[in-house]
């Protein structure tokens, strides 16, 4: 009897040991790579939205339609940026129980990396289209690094700002877009200035759009770790329910 009870006892201590061993992904890596690949589909929706919105604004109120390939190149931008730069500040808010630090140092890293990542992919394919004679060329651009380096910051502050208010019984779906907008207001700001001062000649036709972009797009991008979240726990309640 005292050995049966002791095999028991070994197989549920195995059970127990179960998420733990190399062969297997823990609990919390698995909750990792859902969480991800929930807020890496929001943000794409998110990026296709942006999109959209950048559309409307410089058809409606300028009446300039991009061509085909311009379009193209602008969609792949913002969803590698929206993809990136999302998927990095979920990242920090899910590896760590102190989510703040964390949050803001991934936000901070991630925020610089998908500006490149995203810079690149777009520049490429104009690159691409202009040696094909389906685009223009360029023109007067801020310095990349220095671009660079004001979204890290701006992202770090908003990793930090989402980070706090999540812990707090008011950081609701309000909240989130106050933070998401104060942020874009302050460091779009800070770029419209940037991209302004680098033009030979300000046009209004590529400023507005700019400004909506840089105003909005974190306020996006904290409702995409906003919504995550609250379908993750809802399905969670969902699965102790059922259980």
């Not at 490149?116 to 360029?138: I, M, P």
């Not at 706090?164 to 700001?189: C, D, M, N, Q, S």
């Amino acid at each position: 009897m005292e050995k049966e009870q002791q095999q028991v006892t070994g197989g549920e201590r195995v059970a127990e040991n179960a998420g733990s061993r190399p062969g297997g992904p823990t609990v919390e890596e698995a909750g990792l790579g859902v969480r991800l690949l929930r807020v890496a589909w929001v943000a794409i929706l998110l990026g296709f939205a942006m999109e959209a919105v950048l559309l409307l604004v410089a058809t409606g109120f300028f009446g300039s339609i991009p061509s085909l390939g311009q379009l193209v190149a602008d969609l792949l931008k913002n969803v590698s940026w929206s993809v990136v730069v999302c998927s990095g500040l979920a990242l920090g808010q899910t590896i760590s129980r102190i989510k703040v630090p964390a949050m803001g140092v991934l936000g901070l890293l991630a925020a610089p990396l998908a500006f490149e990542v995203a810079r690149v992919l777009h520049k490429g394919t104009l690159q691409a289209l202009v040696a094909t004679g389906d685009a223009s060329g360029g023109s007067a651009e801020v310095s990349p690094v220095l671009l660079a380096l004001v979204k890290g910051i701006e992202y770090g502050c908003l990793g930090l700002a989402v980070a706090w208010i999540g812990g707090r019984p008011w950081g609701g779906l309000l909240a989130h877009v106050g933070v998401g907008l104060a942020a874009g207001v302050v460091f779009g700001g800070v770029i419209l200035a940037m991209t302004s001062a680098a033009m030979p000649q300000p046009s209004g036709a590529r400023l507005v759009p700019l400004a909506v972009n840089e105003v909005l797009f974190p306020v996006g991008c904290a409702l995409v770790l906003f919504s995550a979240g609250a379908l993750g726990q809802k399905l969670s309640g969902r699965e102790q329910d059922a259980s």
